[in-house]
């Protein structure tokens, strides 16, 4: 949505499928934008060669090599726990600045703050964008999601980091290919990014999360009849819960698309935290939903990376046969079985 | 815990049972420090005329007539909905400041971060204190309260503003007497404001709910074997729910008490959303905590304050009678089976 960015990505140490989710979200929708990846760990190597897919965009092993691509931009490419910025990238970020690149960055910390790089940013002109600053104008919820007529779709799942903000954007194209006029909503930094619009409900005064949630809902149903959602965290993340459950409340959505990963067992950097059986977590979201809206899972979303084809088919089959519900890995197959569940619930709804 | 304060407590238009829960916290746990309250809607009164309860604390319709009381600190007296700074009690405050009050404040909007404010302060030598203001340094949760020995018992609610705090406040010198070395541990601004520590878990950035409920529960575990967090909104909220859910899985309770108040049908302020049976809110609270701990809920606190003696003893019965649990209102009636329940819960604990 926003036009002529050439992003160098700093994800320095940390390039890789599930260790740089800004990065990789960027280069999967936005590849054409990003001119090269800041990782001396694989430089020398492309971002396919480590990602799966994002071409021949290179990853090189200082800034002074990035800058011979020609960004006009750093990207802050990771989101570490707690989102504080590393100190040891500090000096990366004041060459950038210094060079007249404008500063992209989704951490908690608000860059745009920092003494240091404002004023590096006023001598060069660049600009510095904090992707995750909140609205100043902020207010509770009451619950006003009940006054539009769009169908609202949530992505939820059993852990953070898990495809989310992936499958709304996968399985978009598909269900306004069916025929409706689609909104996706970003929550996410990442997803913000991509779309130009949204807010970062994992950023905003805790009082204030279904607040926000229901704000971006209303805003991304003007133009639109199906509005997906982006999902953060999950209800059983010991830090995230209570932004998952928030946007839940907010979001108020008619109808949910669980995400999970067949070969991931414990929660993200929580070990102790076992993942219960899909249909036991199908259940606890509906749960969670039902006493302010009676809200169904409709369709799942396996992410596969990490399986061969043939372990890839049978997880989704095994999925099938455990919930009854359509299911697809929506990055490495068709989208269409979550998408026409997606369609065939809207028209159901519109109907009634 | 805080010396020599007297309170003028300011509460316009809005002093009542229900309407100012700052002011009534105070004025219940720590009476002695107020010398009035302005509300021009009820001068004349006195504390116990309005709550029923704070003797002969007098309610003056100015802040003149307030001074002659001799204050020394204004309290901010109401919590209202989003925590908003209401425009016209700009003027009183400035007043308070330039007569050198303390101004103590539990909004959202930091008053010490108002440059008027600020700058009257300066010059009276007054004092800023927000209650809200959230540490710098917080971070997620990793589950930490694991490693710690206390016996961890927070309070959960059908909705909120329904005695989740003031259970705690009254159960704890019960459990006190039963030989328990006893923390209560604040989360909220009225909390904090009589214990003299906590964290307002509604105010940190969203990403740290759990991880300040994670935080305050293990500082309060320093010189305790029972911990007793206070607990904030409802799972069935729409605003306030996902601060119920990150502070319940960052302070994983071993158990739960669960606060209800038996005349109220639908969610405070949100009337569309009706509080289900008492049976069903057990499920969900248990239901949320299982799959990071077990914790079960082990009594249950009713708010009666609007029933008659003798209906609020057939609430009660009733209570017992559908969930098998003890069940008092720990205010109107001696909180010992609800302090019983906790020593018992603790002691079953430690043996094992």
């Known amino acids: 949505m926003i036009g002529a960015r050439r992003f160098l990505i700093l994800a320095e140490g940390n390039f890789g499928p599930l260790s740089s989710k800004t990065a990789n979200a960027c280069i999967r929708y936005a590849a054409s934008e990003v001119v090269a990846v800041l990782d001396s760990a694989h430089a020398g190597h492309t971002a396919h060669d480590v990602l799966g897919f994002g071409g021949n965009i290179p990853v090189v092993a200082t800034f002074a090599e990035g800058m011979r691509a020609q960004p006009n931009a750093l990207l802050i490419g990771i989101a570490p726990a707690g989102g504080q910025f590393p100190v040891e990238w500090r000096v990366i970020v004041c060459d950038a600045l210094r060079a007249g690149l404008d500063l992209w960055s989704g951490l908690h910390t608000m860059l745009g703050d920092d003494a240091e790089f404002v004023a590096l940013a006023a001598v060069s002109g660049a600009t510095i964008r904090d992707l995750r600053r909140a609205p100043a104008d902020l207010d509770v919820s009451y619950g006003r999601v009940r006054d539009i007529s769009a169908t609202v779709v949530l992505t939820v799942g059993s852990d953070c980091n898990i495809g989310k903000m992936t499958t709304q954007l996968q399985v978009q194209h598909a269900v306004r290919a069916l025929g409706h006029r689609v909104a996706f909503a970003p929550t996410g930094q990442t997803g913000i990014l991509i779309e130009g619009r949204g807010i970062a409900v994992d950023a905003v005064v805790a009082d204030f ?18 509005v997906l959602v982006e999902g953060q965290g999950s209800l059983i993340h010991p830090a995230y819960s209570g932004v998952t459950l928030g946007l839940m409340h907010g979001a108020l959505p008619h109808a949910m698309v669980l995400c999970a990963q067949p070969s991931r067992t414990t929660i993200h950097r929580n070990p102790w935290v076992p993942i219960p059986p899909i249909g036991d977590i199908v259940h606890l ?17 396996l992410n596969t990376f990490d399986l061969s084809d043939g372990d890839a088919q049978a997880a989704i089959d095994r999925t099938i046969n455990e919930t009854g519900l359509p299911t697809t890995d929506p990055v490495r197959f068709n989208p269409s079985p979550i998408a026409s569940a997606i369609s065939s619930f809207h028209m159901a709804r519109a109907n009634v």
């Open 209 to 226: 999360i279904a607040g926000a949630a229901e704000r971006l809902t209303i805003e991304a149903s003007h133009d639109a009849d199906i």
């Open 285 to 301: 979201y509906e749960h969670a939903m039902k006493y302010l809206r009676h809200s169904p899972i409709i369709a799942i979303a």
